[in-house]
């Protein structure tokens, strides 16, 4: 037999545990996670009005359901828990699948300013993470800025423009839910600082924004006829074609009536966010113009664009765990096909798999091949990893290192709770937002 530990419930993670078990009927794995709940940001990212997308989580299940498969939630690997070399000692190898836990900086001035926050607080807000502190995003709020123009900025952007009919079927917590209903914030400018040919969206999420009830999407036809790939799309690749055709649409005919709207700006970068006192006020941004490499050059022309509530969604980013090589400049684990390099040397039964591997791109089913090349290195080197003595069983010494994971029947009481809390509101199912009833729901095992 194979022991194998997963470390993270994410898409990458639930495929790594998926190839293992499916190609070779000797190995066993446990997935363990920090969080008391599986599914890593198919849970805490995806946006809950994206239901189809979410209803991944029904083929993530099937594998944690596996019977060679364990989920062992609120084991957190690292110097706070369970140290990566201990974790090291109870497994023949394994797989990190940690993500990239943290979001990446402007580093321009006031960006701590209240009303500005990363996309990533906000998201972790709506999808109820239990590590989620702050509220009060859209609170006096009329205009928000978005900086960035990547699928997480599309998704801020339609969360702001939602309204309260929209977002209720939704399993958002219900204090998220109320304050959006009561959300002021009428206009939404989502900027980037390239041309609208090097947007990072991809064309369903942007055409979506045109289809929100009571929202009217517009562009500035100036500001796209700067792109030399606008004027002539045919040479781009297929995903950026599209994306200009249906900007181009919009330049001419902007979608929708005007309860909200939302407007998207290119060839602005961000240099300053403006306070009035210590909250933001707007943001100044330098007009920049191609300079024919698919980078931007400064034009010494500025541009204010007044907003109270400003979203910094400019990309993920790793962060390193301890115990773990980690290269800084990409926020990632080197590795060789998913093996761990220690100092450019493979290190034996130390695997990665997801973003921590690859970084922060692709969407969820870039996760696929990318978990199947690191199971299929980790399968290579079973016949030397399985030589190496481990505990019969990993739960037995997690528990006498005073650890209490929150086992399957764990988290199906949390699903069965988030269910009753629904119920209580005349809405669906609606998620538990934070540690204390998380923990509560998942000691009330019995069914
Ligand atoms: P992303 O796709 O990398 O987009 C980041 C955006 O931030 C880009 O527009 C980038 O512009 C901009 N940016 C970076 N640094 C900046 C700076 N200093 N100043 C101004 N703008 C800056 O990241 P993401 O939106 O966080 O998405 C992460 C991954 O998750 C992506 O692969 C995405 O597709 C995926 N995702 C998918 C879905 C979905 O399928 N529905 C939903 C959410 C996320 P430049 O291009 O100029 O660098």
Excluded at 197 to 223: C, D, H, I, W, Y
Excluded at 380 to 399: C, I, K, Q, S, Y
Excluded at 412 to 423: D, K, T
Aim: aromatic content about 6%.
């Amino acid at each position: 037999m194979l022991r194998v530990a997963v470390v993270g419930s994410g898409p990458s993670g639930v495929y790594s545990a998926q190839t293992l078990v499916q190609q070779d009927p000797a190995v066993h794995v446990d997935v363990l996670d920090r969080l008391p709940c599986p599914y890593g940001l198919v849970r805490y990212g995806v946006a809950p009005d994206h239901e189809k997308i979410k209803s991944l989580q029904n083929n993530l299940r099937t594998v944690l359901e596996h019977e060679r498969v364990r989920f062992l939630g609120g084991v957190e690997v690292g110097p706070a828990g369970l140290p990566v070399e201990r974790l090291r000692e109870l497994y023949h190898a394994v797989v990190y699948c940690v993500g990239a836990a943290t979001d990446r900086h402007l580093g321009i001035p006031g960006e701590e300013l209240r009303g500005s926050w990363s996309a990533t607080e906000f998201v972790s807000w709506y999808s109820a993470h239990p590590d989620s502190l702050a509220d009060g995003f859209v609170l006096g709020a009329r205009a928000a800025v978005v900086i960035g123009v990547g699928n997480v900025a599309v998704d801020v952007t339609r969360m702001l423009a939602r309204g309260a009919s929209e977002l209720s079927p939704t399993d958002m917590p219900q204090a998220a839910l109320s304050a959006l209903a009561a959300s002021k914030v009428s206009q939404v400018h989502m900027v980037g600082r390239r041309g609208p040919s090097q947007a990072r969206f991809t064309t369903k999420e942007l055409r979506e924004l045109g289809t929100l009830p009571g929202t009217r999407v517009s562009v500035n036809p100036a500001e796209l006829e700067l792109d030399p790939a606008y004027g002539d799309p045919s040479g781009l690749p297929a995903p950026q074609r599209r994306n200009v055709e249906v900007l181009r649409g919009w330049a001419s005919t902007p979608s929708g009536d005007d309860r909200h709207s939302v407007r998207l700006r290119f060839f602005l970068r961000p240099v300053e966010f403006l306070a009035d006192g210590d909250r933001v006020c707007g943001v100044r941004f330098e007009r920049t113009e191609p300079d024919g490499r698919g980078g931007v050059t400064g034009t010494g022309r500025y541009e204010e664009i007044e907003a109270q509530l400003v979203l910094r969604s400019v990309g993920y980013r790793g962060v390193p765990l301890d115990g773990l090589p980690f290269d800084a400049e990409h926020g990632t684990v080197p590795h060789l096909a998913g093996r761990v390099l220690r100092d450019g040397v493979v290190a034996p039964g130390e695997y990665v798999a997801g973003w921590i591997k690859r970084g922060p791109t692709g969407v969820i089913g870039t996760n696929r091949p990318c978990a199947k090349e690191t199971a299929t290195s980790l399968l290579e080197d079973a016949p030397v990893l399985v030589r190496r003595e481990v505990p019969e069983d990993p739960l037995a010494a997690l528990r006498a290192a005073g650890i209490a994971p929150v086992e399957w029947t764990g988290w199906e009481a949390i699903e069965r709770a988030e269910a009753e809390l629904g119920a209580s509101l005349g809405r669906g199912v609606v998620k538990l937002p934070d540690w204390e009833s998380l923990l509560a729901a998942a000691r009330r095992c019995a069914p």
